[in-house]
């Protein structure tokens, strides 16, 4: 099958183009002149890598008219940890989004894979599903919407069918140094205390790898529209913390931090509609992959 996949050099997308090369598919990554590929260093050559950005599909039009892509998953998206919710650069990654699909509808794209964010939902309602009114509150979320319904309203009349996997809380390999779960293993090698805010917020983690997977099942299954990709199981961001910690023998360099934090108090996906309609099913506990992503981590800033 050829495949497309944009954000291939990401932290999902990297793990998603490793798996379909696993699964025997043709994968053609469209990547910027100036990414950093150290996500997929050892992919890279059996990638078929199209050099090009969204943001000017005109120069990447031809290329992808002589693949043909019969798949596509939509990863790309302006993702700066800090800055990613509330930047206007959401506002031109919705507009190119909506062209590309437009265009490899064109050209005979059957399946299309978006990937949205489980903050479209109204997160006060706590567990989330498939039917939870949606109420996003930034900019990242609200564009994500908009490009769900953008997506909809295009597979409608053309002949190519769209799912539109909703990511909870993601963590594993390959993770941005400065999110929570690198953080605190980062600091924990060093011997660094660590303070954790908003610690008691209730949130749904779920590895990489089972991500990616979650994404592939559902590619390959007859879902469409909305799908949350999530454990299902809720946990405190202070305990996540704690069994780092834990694991790392270094517990006692844990501690809270008082912030006014505005943040949701509980999100967890119910994934009933991925399970039932996928047969997906997790590889990773928290235990486990915590203790996968902590061997990695460590072998990585080992070799720095």
């Given at each position: 099958?050829?495949?497309?996949?944009?954000?291939?050099?990401?932290?999902?997308?990297?793990?998603?183009?490793?798996?379909?090369?696993?699964?025997?598919?043709?994968?053609?990554?469209?990547?910027?002149?100036?990414?950093?590929?150290?996500?997929?260093?050892?992919?890279?050559?059996?990638?078929?890598?199209?050099?090009?950005?969204?943001?000017?599909?005109?120069?990447?039009?031809?290329?992808?008219?002589?693949?043909?892509?019969?798949?596509?998953?939509?990863?790309?998206?302006y993702a700066v940890p800090g800055k990613y919710l509330t930047s206007e650069e959401n506002?031109?990654?919705?507009?190119?989004?909506?062209?590309?699909?437009?265009?490899?509808?064109?050209?005979?794209?059957?399946?299309?894979?978006?990937?949205?964010?489980?903050?479209?939902?109204?997160?006060?309602?706590?567990?989330?599903?498939?039917?939870?009114?949606?109420?996003?509150?930034?900019?990242?979320?609200?564009?994500?919407?908009?490009?769900?319904?953008?997506?909809?309203?295009?597979?409608?009349?053309?002949?190519?069918?769209?799912?539109?996997?909703?990511?909870?809380?993601?963590?594993?390999?390959?993770?941005?140094?400065?999110?929570?779960?690198?953080?605190?293993?980062?600091?924990?090698?060093?011997?660094?205390?660590?303070?954790?805010?908003?610690?008691?917020?209730?949130?749904?983690?779920?590895?990489?790898?089972?991500?990616?997977?979650?994404?592939?099942?559902?590619?390959?299954?007859?879902?469409?529209?909305?799908?949350?990709?999530?454990?299902?199981?809720?946990?405190?961001?202070?305990?996540?913390?704690?069994?780092?910690?834990?694991?790392?023998?270094?517990?006692?360099?844990?501690?809270?931090?008082?912030?006014?934090?505005?943040?949701?108090?509980?999100?967890?996906?119910?994934?009933?509609?991925?399970?039932?309609?996928?047969?997906?099913?997790?590889?990773?506990?928290?235990?486990?992959?915590?203790?996968?992503?902590?061997?990695?981590?460590?072998?990585?800033?080992?070799?720095?």
């Open positions: 099958m050829k495949v497309i996949v944009t954000g291939a050099t990401g932290f999902v997308g990297s793990h998603l183009a490793r798996l379909l090369l696993e699964e025997g598919c043709d994968v053609h990554a469209l990547i910027r002149k100036t990414s950093d590929t150290w996500r997929i260093s050892d992919i890279l050559d059996s990638l078929h890598v199209v050099k090009g950005d969204l943001l000017q599909l005109g120069d990447i039009e031809q290329q992808l008219r002589q693949i043909g892509p019969e798949m596509c998953f939509h990863l790309a998206w506002l031109k990654m919705l507009t190119a989004s909506a062209s590309f699909a437009s265009l490899v509808s064109k050209l005979g794209c059957k399946r299309f894979i978006g990937v949205g964010t489980c903050l479209e939902y109204d997160t006060s309602l706590g567990y989330l599903s498939e039917s939870c009114p949606v109420g996003p509150r930034s900019l990242y979320a609200a564009s994500k919407l908009a490009l769900r319904y953008v997506l909809e309203q295009l597979s409608a009349s053309a002949a190519m069918t769209f799912a539109w996997p909703r990511l909870f809380y993601v963590y594993g390999p390959f993770e941005s140094p400065q999110r929570l779960v690198p953080y605190v293993v980062s600091s924990l090698v060093s011997g660094k205390g660590v303070e954790i805010s908003g610690s008691q917020n209730v949130r749904d983690y779920l590895h990489v790898e089972d991500v990616a997977a979650a994404l592939w099942a559902v590619a390959k299954s007859p879902v469409g529209g909305p799908v949350n990709v999530g454990s299902g199981k809720p946990v405190t961001v202070q305990d996540i913390a704690a069994r780092i910690g834990e694991i790392m023998g270094r517990k006692d360099l844990i501690g809270t931090r008082a912030t006014s934090d505005s943040q949701p108090p509980f999100i967890c996906a119910n994934n009933s509609m991925l399970k039932e309609r996928t047969g997906w099913r997790p590889k990773y506990d928290v235990e486990r992959g915590l203790r996968q992503t902590i061997d990695w981590w460590k072998g990585r800033l080992a070799a720095i």
